[in-house]
């Protein structure tokens, strides 16, 4: 009987350790996957200048933009003002220059220019607003 007891004993705690590898091993990789996902969706709305929509069964998904493994202190001081890049207008951008071409079309024209000057305001506060994103 004690042998029987013993076995179990020696089952219980290698199922109970095996049980929080396996804990720790799917935290970690969820951790992983939500990382990853977090670049993805930062990538895009850099890329592209809208975000990522949700899949149907997820209803919220908030991370804090700009907070990835890189800080302030870590980077090197730069000896001299970096050059930025051009970087590619993205759809916002694009809109924003149209409207803007129109406004100046109807301007030129002696046409009303409210109704543009409004889209114009509209684009901006997008373009304001996906960089908070």
Do not use: C
Not at 61 to 77: I, L, M, N, Q, V
Not at 88 to 103: D, I, S, Y
Not at 105 to 121: F, H, M, Q, S, V
Request: proline share 6%; charged share 35%.
């Amino acid at each position: 009987m004690k042998d029987v007891i013993a076995e179990y004993q020696r089952w219980k705690q290698q199922g109970e350790g095996l049980r929080a590898e396996a804990m720790r091993a799917m935290e970690t990789r969820y951790r992983d996957l939500l990382t990853e996902a977090i670049q993805i969706a930062e990538e895009y709305r850099a890329d592209f200048g809208i975000a990522l929509k949700l899949p149907a069964g997820v209803t919220s998904f908030d991370y804090k933009a700009g907070s990835g493994r890189k800080t302030k202190a870590s980077a090197p001081a730069p000896t001299t003002a970096p050059v930025a890049p051009e970087a590619k207008p993205g759809p916002l951008e694009k809109r924003l220059a149209t409207a803007q071409k129109k406004l100046e079309a109807a301007r030129a024209a002696g046409a009303p220019t409210k109704n543009l000057e409004d889209k114009i305001y509209e684009i901006e506060d997008e373009i304001r607003l996906a960089k908070l994103r």
